[in-house]
C-alpha cells in the first residue's frame, strides 16, 4: 500500500513487531533502529543508496547488550529519538542492525509482491533483496497543524 | 544481521495519538529478532 494512505504526517515514537508463539527474549550484542525516506516504491540491494540523501537517521541505538522480552502480541521498542514522517515526502525505510546474540523471536512477515526488504550482514553494504515485510504497528502522535479536525474522524472508518 | 523494510502503511488513528498496522501476520520469519 502505497505512502500516500497516510493522512497526515506523523511523529513515530515506537515500533512494534508480532511475535510467533513460544518465544521468550532475544539478546543482542547491540541494536540499532534507523529511519529515512525512499523515493522509490521498492528496495534495491544496497542499504544505503534506498534513501533519499540525508534523511537516514538513527533513532535507536544500543551500543552494548540489549535483551528484548517478547511481549503479545505486539512486542515493541521505544525509540530514543521520535521520527517525524511526511508521506508527501516518499515512504519509509526502518532499518534494523544487530552484530549478533543469542536466542530468537521468530515475528510475522507477509508477502508484499514488491522488493520491500532487505537482509544481509552486519556491516556489509548490500544484503539479498525479498519481497516480504514485516507485520509492523507504528505509535505516534498525528501532526494537527497538517490536517482539519473532519480529516482525523474519517480516519476511524 | 541487517534489514531494511519499506512500509507502506495503513492508517488507524485516535484524535492525537496514531496507531499504524502494516501488513499481516501471514508466515513467522526470524527478523528482526533472530539474534545470529
Do not use: H
Request: with cysteine; proline share 5%.
Amino acid at each position: 500500500m502505497p505512502s500516500t494512505e497516510f493522512s497526515d504526517a506523523m511523529t513515530i515514537s515506537s515500533v512494534a513487531w508480532y511475535p510467533n508463539s513460544g518465544y521468550t527474549s532475544v539478546t543482542f550484542d547491540a541494536f540499532y533502529i534507523n529511519m529515512g525516506y525512499c523515493a522509490s516504491d521498492q528496495l534495491t540491494e544496497n542499504f544505503d543508496a534506498n534513501y533519499v540523501s540525508g534523511t537516514k537517521t538513527q533513532v535507536f541505538q544500543r551500543a552494548s547488550t540489549y535483551k528484548v522480552d517478547a511481549v503479545y502480541p505486539w512486542t515493541a521498542i521505544t525509540l530514543d529519538t521520535p521520527f517525524f514522517y511526511d508521506p508527501a515526502q516518499g515512504n519509509l525505510i526502518i532499518e534494523v542492525d544487530w552484530p549478533d546474540g543469542v536466542d530468537e523471536i521468530y515475528t510475522f512477515n507477509y508477502y508484499t509482491g514488491v522488493n520491500s526488504l532487505v537482509m544481509g550482514s552486519y556491516g556489509s553494504p548490500t544484503g539479498n533483496v525479498f519481497m516480504d515485510a514485516p507485520y509492523l504497528q507504528l505509535q505516534g502522535e498525528l501532526s494537527l497543524d497538517q490536517s482539519t479536525f473532519a480529516a482525523i474522524k474519517a480516519t476511524f472508518r | 544481521m541487517r534489514t531494511s523494510a519499506l512500509l507502506l502503511a495503513l492508517l488507524v488513528s485516535g484524535a492525537v495519538a496514531a496507531t499504524v498496522e502494516v501488513g499481516s501476520a501471514q508466515y513467522p520469519a526470524n527478523m528482526p529478532f533472530c539474534a545470529n
